[in-house]
């Protein structure tokens, strides 16, 4: 029963996460927001849904472990998995905004988590609401750079026109449809990761930095491999980036604002974190050396196989 409540729970959180995503962008044509910053802020927002309620619902129900995990093991696939497959299958190209700006606030950020958990073994809510000023900094300089950048940025075709024309009823259905998705997927799949835990004797911050995490990260995923796949436009890696930046100052900020999050396997700190930091260090180096300013299949491929390793070693430990 607790595998139909995992797959359950992913599957709402992926259909949740797709009606929120077309509601939202939906409701910001309304509200006549550029399409620019919609791509920017909102679609980066929604689509981080899945992870916060995961997470906040963990925290609520004492499972800690549950919401670091979730967040620390999405970053992880979204590096090695999400990357590492896209990559394989069409290499991936590097802006200005990459290195100049993504790479080294998710770099800060993961570091300032890691020295955050290390010092008190908690989030507290005052660090939650540093972590939030710490991403409305980011959105706003995100902004003022892109409408800089304006003539030369290309525009985010995944976001439809069309929604434009939405009418305000079924705004509401979707948003509807979309919360109720992500609050009753995050239900089945905490309470079905913890009872699946326990049946193979592994701590759930075993099962959330590898099953959850994978599940969470199944829309980036998803979307990423079907832009590839049908080359429609450039995959931008300063934009998937920005997905472990909206975990860490978003979802692991608002859930520590409303419930504060404890560290309770020694393991989070002691492996989980430096795996999440050292795959966020190495996409430099990679797309850097040799000079070649683009994530191609070898090292997609490469990216992959430390995931795998990932993997293998916490589920044996």
Known sequence: MEYLYVFLGLVL?????????????????????????????????????????????????????????NVIGSNIANIGLVLGITAIISP????????????????????????????????????????????LVYLWVLIKHAKNERSTMPVDDSIDEGLSKTSNFKIIVWLLIGGVSLYAGSEFLVNGAVTLAEGFGVSERVIAVTMIAVGTSIPELAASVIAALKKEKAISLGNLIGSNIFNISSVLGITAIIQPIFVKSEEVLTNDIFWMIGFSAIILPLIFLPKSYQLGRKRGILLVAAYAIFIGMTILK
């Open 92 to 135: 991936l190209a590097i802006d200005k905004g990459f290195y100049k700006l993504n790479w080294p606030v998710m770099m800060v950020l993961s570091v300032a988590l890691y020295f955050i958990l290390k010092s008190g073994k908690v989030i507290t809510r005052s660090e939650g609401v540093a972590l939030l000023l710490m991403l």
């Open 13 to 69: 959180l992926v259909v949740g996460g797709e009606f929120l995503v077309r509601s939202s962008v939906a409701l910001s044509f309304r509200l006549h927001i550029s399409k620019m910053v919609i791509g920017l802020t909102v679609v980066s927002f929604a689509t981080s849904a899945p992870e916060l309620l995961v997470s906040l619902q963990a925290a609520l129900n004492g499972f800690s472990d549950i919401s670091l995990g």
